[in-house]
């Protein structure tokens, strides 16, 4: 379907997700899934409000264990989507042995007390945190936690306007949403949504309404990406009065801005008293080879927000870092949440943290993320229909486009390509209709993106000859 077919037909346009009732879908449903499989995926469908990406779903998990996943049918895949939750690989027994102590000695705390493990999760992401980032509040989701760094940045600076980025990702609550750039969580029946949220093009090289394109492999020019800071810089001056320019430091699609980008973001946010939102509910805790991706850009932050892999793919729990400036609600509710001080899900955060340096699993992702970029430039060597190959640490992307000049979306290749490396047991996502992403765990080994790269190599030989 071409964007004016979808702009017509009321479909949304292509997301951070790959659409889950095409035909190649459910050939590939006909071809894999049994009746036991069957049996429970319209038990699914039945009982669950029925939504884009998550309903049908594709098939019965009964297992997953580092960077494993097992279907009922005994299917094993190697994972490399995850959500972006399984930094430390699924069922770490360090991890489970902590959280079922935990549930032994103290399972949960009313919201009028503290408890230890709270106390010690806070004090742990301000000892990591970028730049004296130190007072926190906890939630049980990303997207609460991106609203709570909203109310903050609207208490700080008397204002309610922001400004983010169109195709940008930042939750599915009214406030992220509103703030995010995705068609299919912002339009719609939805309804009205914020008021002030200004939207900008998104920061990307190879793809943007400025003009200027070129592959990652490509050397970047001194104004690379100067039009797209500039109209920010506008923006902020103009509306006069915006409170937070809430951003991905890189996009989860992946997309990285070019040198010195934020830089000159940061820089106007300073000049025109905004405060600076960086959304790190993917990318942070070392998925990028830094244990948080603004490190890459020497950027900081007034507000940091964390999620995602914080749990260590075990329980739900987000973080708003900020600024201790930035404390200014003490006589309001912005995040009063029954499991804020959950000592359960702060167990699991703190452990998750500890393992991520114990265990070297930073440098691991720097190391794994140099072998899987020689490898992604060398498979886009062999193949014409890679546009563009984009890497930062364990955060891959492989553009597919049905011709390098045009750069016309290869989004039925990407469909293909997708379900031809699910039967070869590899699971990860297409973004954006035609990239395919690939997030592995920080676990990950040079064997493991060995045999990845390998399937994704045979896939594409198969689906583009």
Not at 80 to 88: D, L, M, P, Q, S
Not at 358 to 363: A, D, I, K, M, T
Not at 403 to 424: G, H, K, S
Request: hydrophobic letters at 40%.
């Amino acid at each position: 379907m071409t964007k004016r077919d979808a702009k017509a037909s009321g479909v949304p346009l292509p997301s951070e997700s790959e659409v889950n009732t095409s035909p190649r879908r459910q050939l590939w449903m006909n071809r894999n899934i049994d009746d036991r499989s069957r049996t429970l995926l319209d038990q699914d469908s039945r009982h669950f409000l029925h939504q884009s990406v998550s309903t049908p779903c594709l098939s019965v998990v009964t297992g997953a264990e580092g960077i494993w996943i097992e279907d009922i049918q005994g299917r094993r895949y190697m994972d490399f989507h995850g959500n972006n939750v399984h930094h430390i690989g699924y069922g770490h027994p360090r991890l489970n042995a902590a959280v079922k102590d935990q549930i032994d000695s103290l399972p949960f705390a009313p919201r009028r007390f503290t408890c230890e493990p709270a106390v010690a999760l806070a004090r742990k992401l301000a000892a990591i945190a970028p730049g004296g980032l130190e007072k926190v509040l906890f939630t049980t989701g990303g997207s609460d936690a991106v609203e709570v760094a909203l109310k903050i940045a609207r208490a700080a600076t008397g204002r309610f306007k922001t400004l983010s980025f169109w195709d940008s990702f930042h939750g599915a609550g009214f406030g992220a949403a509103s703030v995010g750039g995705e068609q299919l969580f912002r339009s719609g029946p939805a309804g009205p949504l914020l008021p002030g949220s200004e939207h900008v093009p998104p920061f990307g090289c190879y793809r943007n309404p400025f003009g200027y394109s070129h592959s990652s492999r490509e050397p970047h020019a001194p104004s690379c990406g100067s039009v797209c800071a500039d109209l920010v810089r506008y923006a902020l001056q103009k509306e006069g009065d915006i409170a937070a320019v809430i951003a991905e430091p890189c996009r989860a699609v992946p997309d990285f801005a070019p040198p010195g980008f934020w830089v000159k973001i940061r820089e106007a946010c300073d000049e025109f008293g905004a405060l600076l939102i960086f959304d790190e509910i993917p990318t942070g805790l070392g998925k990028t080879g830094r244990m948080f991706a603004c490190q890459h850009e020497e950027v900081v932050p007034d507000i940091l927000v964390l999620g995602k892999a914080l749990g260590g793919g075990l329980l739900p729990i987000a973080a708003t870092v900020c600024r201790a400036e930035l404390d200014v609600g003490g006589n309001w509710a912005f995040g009063h949440y029954t499991h804020e001080k959950n000592p359960v899900t702060a167990r699991a955060a703190l452990t998750t943290i500890e393992i991520i340096e114990q265990e070297g699993l930073v440098e691991n992702a720097a190391r794994m993320g140099n072998y899987a970029t020689l490898r992604m430039q060398a498979m886009m060597d062999r193949f014409p229909a890679i546009g563009d190959v984009r890497g930062r640490g364990l955060l891959m992307g492989i553009e597919l486009v049905e011709d390098r000049r045009t750069r016309a979306p290869a989004e039925q290749l990407a469909e293909n390509v997708l379900y031809a490396a699910l039967e070869r047991g590899l699971n990860f996502k297409v973004a954006m209709g035609n990239v395919l992403t690939l997030t592995p765990p920080l676990t990950v080994t040079e064997t493991d993106l060995e045999r990845a790269f390998d399937i994704l190599e045979a896939c594409l030989e198969t689906a583009a000859g």
